[in-house]
């Protein structure tokens, strides 16, 4: 097998598709969009004009056009996102033998598997898995303003001016932190929910915070900035990826959809 064929696990899962789905994992369209743009009479295979939603292709054999536009299926590299509990290390391995994500993922199946950006082994939430190097890139680089949304819970109550303050950049040993946005969110506001399970303790507070930087503990620095120190720490947003249907300690696919809106950064 030369290094460009796909793997026998790869044809396994893209042979035959539905051209919606094909399209959709080519990252076109969303399924829906894929479906208007073949009933508008857009796509053709191997140069006819296929309209039918039903309609199978075969990725490997078949030509694959809209507008006139060769489509090709990307890359079958694989995405998957993994709800990270406490208590793991964003590494595949770890010398000293401490618990690490890796032992949560499928990396036998899918060598090459790495994580996107890193959280810190007390914080929880979303973390992205991919195969791909350059889509990670894309993801990782700072030109490209990739937003995560965080919840923190904070010991004391942020004012609306130390909010402010936090929401203009806030000086840290490494330089101020960009503009970000920040609000105070309530205990059964659902993004809480995961660094509060058990109801607001006295005396604390709950911070959302969208941010585009990716600094070493930024969020917990930001926060320690403006006098608050973080207790628990939580990720439910990763650019256009958000943290559901996946319980902890568990990992899902990406959505065709998912996939496209990466793909598409
Ligand atoms: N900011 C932090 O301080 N820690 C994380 O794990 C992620 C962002």
């Known amino acids: 097998m030369t290094p460009s064929e796909p793997k026998a696990q790869e044809f396994e899962r893209i042979v035959p598709m539905r051209l919606q789905r094909f399209l959709a994992r080519a990252g076109v369209a969303s399924r829906r969009g894929s479906e208007n743009l073949m009933t508008a009479g857009r796509v053709t295979v191997n140069g006819v004009v296929v309209s039918e939603l039903g309609s199978k292709v075969d990725p490997l054999v078949d030509e694959v056009a809209v507008d006139g536009q060769v489509v090709r299926l990307s890359d079958g590299h694989t995405y998957l996102m993994l709800y ?9 391995s770890d010398d000293r033998g401490r618990a690490c994500v890796a032992s949560l993922v499928p990396h036998d199946r899918y060598p090459g598997l790495f994580p996107v950006g890193r959280l810190d ?26 937003w995560k949304h965080y919840v923190a819970l904070v010991r004391g109550v942020p004012t609306a001016e130390q909010l402010e303050r936090l929401r203009k950049g806030v000086r840290l040993d490494d330089g101020m932190s960009e503009p970000c946005e920040a609000r105070l969110l309530s205990a059964d506001d659902a993004a809480s929910v995961a660094v509060v399970p058990e109801g607001m303790p006295y005396g604390h507070a709950v911070v959302g915070l969208s941010i585009h930087e990716g600094r070493k503990h930024q969020v917990k620095r930001m926060l320690a900035a403006i006098g608050h120190e973080v207790v628990r720490l939580h990720r439910d947003e990763f650019g256009p990826l958000r943290l559901t249907s996946v319980q902890p300690g568990c990992w ?3 959505t065709d959809e998912e996939r496209a809106a990466i793909e598409a950064l």
């Open 84 to 92: 990270k509990p406490r208590g793991y290390l964003t590494t595949m």
């Open 121 to 146: 082994g007390d914080t929880t939430g979303l973390l992205l898995f991919t195969t791909n190097g350059d889509a990670a890139q894309r993801m990782l680089h700072p030109s490209h303003h990739v």
């Open 252 to 254: 899902r696919m990406l």
